[in-house]
Structure formats: structure tokens, C-alpha cells
């Protein structure tokens, strides 16, 4: 949905291709516009995208302990 959101504001300000910077959740929308409209981003910065279950199952180790740093946040 967000990804949509920023696609039709690009389109609004006639600002493509565009650099999309994002970061946390906006990094997850930034990397799912470049994925649903290729056309639309001619770069993506995606700081700290929350996307540690993506991560290859060699580093699955990781999981337990980044979970116990957030569940405070």
C-alpha cells in the first residue's frame, strides 16, 4: 500500500526515475516500489530494512538474540 502511495506521488511530481532513500519501514516501501515499478526508481538507499527473516538460514542464529534486543523498542 505504501509502495503505491510514493509510485502515485512520483507520478504527481513528474520525479522519475527517482533516488528513494528509506529507513526502517520506509527502507521495506522503498524496496517494494523498486520492486512493483522498476520504471519509477533509478536508485534505492534502504537503511536498516527490517528484513532479518530473509536472511539465509547460515546466520538463522542471529534471530533469538535480535529478538530479545527489540522486544523493549
Known sequence: MR???LSRL?????ARPA???GSSGG???ALALAQARPE???TVIA????????LPH???HLRPRF???TVGM
Open 3 to 5: 509502495a503505491d502511495d
Open 10 to 14: 512520483l507520478t504527481h511530481l513528474d
Open 19 to 21: 533516488t528513494v532513500l
Open 27 to 29: 527502507a521495506v516501501t
Open 40 to 42: 519509477q526508481v533509478h
Open 47 to 54: 537503511h536498516e530494512p527490517p528484513l532479518l527473516n530473509l
Open 58 to 60: 547460515h546466520v538463522g
Open 67 to 69: 529478538k530479545r534486543l
